[in-house]
């Protein structure tokens, strides 16, 4: 990995050293076995992952248009038309006929409802890139990464994931979901490693503090790590550090960790980042961010809000995804290099998950090198975040805006007026939102121009009667969350 002289060994790095020796004397330490694999045809040669070799644009193509239009079968179409999408009875005849090749009828529809933010899913780099490596190594070895199937180009990706996150070590998995589930119960296991009993008392467990709103792949993973009996979890009020900072100072555990979304991806709204890199240094906990839906889209590099709010060496592990702007699929932990053969060895979404296939793994590189290269993306979502603002009055923090409804059928309704004037919009309501806060989510994105974000505005505001919230009611009116 790169040279990362700035990151100093922490106290958590030493409990893992301390650690790390118990579970080889088991001999249940886990150890990556990677690989080279030839390329077809050329004995001997091998694979050029020189970041000069991808071919990068300035400003917006043609192509780029095609990742902001879709083609929806006039059966789905008519069936959002009706408000019939939640009946499953419509879904399952549906899906017989469009399975089937039998829909000859589609509707041309800008997307502003994807997680696709800079435009890269139709860039020609990516899919050169993609399309090489199928045809030099096929799909590679399909296996475990501690079996058989990590390769050169899964430790590539890793390293200039590390590099872009400002850490020593990067550890690739098949999704965000995983990531954040392996690496909860890698947290999770290592007072019961350390004590040597599967029931630590009260005060020598690790003592976790979440957001209330954070991404549902930490939830899960934090019950999980509650099960295996190595920490105590606390929840504070979301966004609030006075609450966090409270529930920080009467906590009389020893190891605390505290976990949050950097960007809410069904408010949009954005974590204080500074206020929570003062509380570190005040409260000395171990800070783990999910930087999901901030990665390539903020900051100067697309190294996400850690960079953009410069506290990229406050943070200590940092989860990211290739699947949102990287237009790929995966995830991702950044972390120290020790950090990674514990969670390597301890995260079981990692140890028993195949790992990605090798174009997969091509296409994120290149998505990386693209994205970071392509900085004019970032400035055209900032631009669309403007206008937007300007032409609807609703405060936009993010690419993500959630339009505040209520009611689930109500949202529907909306949402076919939207659908009808040929935006792709999808209403969200519960499980994935509290009940009685179902919301049209849109997403602003590099690839979406001026004239689109004009008529979705004129929409907005002739449909959706808005108040501007005051920052006392700022969760009531307009918000973005997930």
């Not at 009828?105 to 490596?133: V, Y």
């Not at 030099?136 to 590539?156: V, W």
């Not at 339009?403 to 499980?431: H, L, R, T, W």
């Amino acid at each position: 990995m790169g040279s990362m002289g700035k990151i100093k060994k922490s106290s958590w790095d030493l409990y893992v050293e301390e650690a790390l020796p118990k579970l080889e004397s088991r001999r249940t330490f886990a150890p990556l076995r990677p690989m080279n694999v030839s390329i077809a045809g050329q004995e001997g040669a091998r694979t050029n992952f020189d970041e000069d070799q991808y071919e990068t644009y300035q400003g917006i193509q043609p192509w780029d248009r095609l990742a902001s239009q879709i083609k929806l079968p006039q059966t789905f179409f008519q069936r959002l038309m009706d408000g019939l999408e939640l009946t499953s009875k419509n879904e399952r005849e549906e899906h017989e006929i469009i399975s089937s090749n039998q829909e000859k009828q589609f509707r041309n529809l800008t997307l502003f409802a994807g997680n696709d933010f800079l435009g890269l899913s139709r860039h020609p780099t990516i899919a050169k890139a993609m399309a090489k490596a199928a045809m030099e190594q096929g799909t590679g070895p399909r296996g475990s990464p501690l079996i058989c199937g990590y390769t050169n180009y899964h430790m590539a990706l890793e390293s200039i994931l590390a590099n872009l996150k400002k850490k020593e070590a990067c550890l690739v998995f098949t999704s965000g979901f995983a990531a954040n589930m392996a690496l909860m119960a890698a947290i999770g296991s290592i007072v019961p490693v350390l004590t040597g009993r599967t029931r630590p008392t009260k005060e020598e467990k690790v003592a976790i503090f979440s957001d209330s709103l954070n991404h549902a792949s930490i939830v899960d993973g934090l019950k999980l790590a509650e099960h295996q009996g190595g920490v105590e979890l606390f929840v504070y009020k979301h966004c609030d550090m006075s609450h966090l900072d409270a529930r920080l100072t009467v906590c009389k555990n020893k190891k605390k960790v505290v976990v949050t979304d950097s960007l809410f991806s069904m408010d949009g709204d954005i974590a204080p980042m500074v206020e929570l890199a003062q509380l570190r240094k005040k409260h000395g906990f171990f800070w783990v961010v999910d930087d999901a839906h901030g990665t390539f889209v903020w900051g100067k590099n697309g190294g996400g809000l850690a960079e953009e709010f410069n506290c990229e060496y406050d943070v200590d592990i940092c989860v990211g995804t290739l699947s949102k702007a990287a237009s790929s699929l995966g995830g991702f932990i950044a972390c120290s290099k020790i950090w990674k053969q514990w969670i390597q060895s301890k995260g079981r979404s990692f140890i028993y998950s195949t790992i990605a296939p090798i174009p997969l793994v091509a296409a994120s590189y290149a998505s990386v090198v693209v994205a970071r290269k392509e900085s004019w993306r970032r400035r055209e979502i900032r631009n669309r975040m403007k206008e937007f603002h300007a032409l609807t009055g609703i405060p936009v923090k993010s690419q993500i805006v959630s339009v505040i409804i209520g009611d689930i059928m109500e949202a529907i309704k909306v949402n076919q007026e939207f659908i009808q004037s040929g935006f792709y919009c999808v209403a969200v309501g519960p499980p994935a939102v509290p009940p009685n806060t179902a919301r049209i989510r849109l997403t602003l994105t590099a690839v979406q121009t001026t004239e689109d974000i004009k008529r979705i505005a004129a929409l907005v505001s002739k449909y959706v009667k808005f108040k501007v919230p005051s920052y006392n009611d700022s969760s009531r009116h307009i918000s973005a969350r997930l």
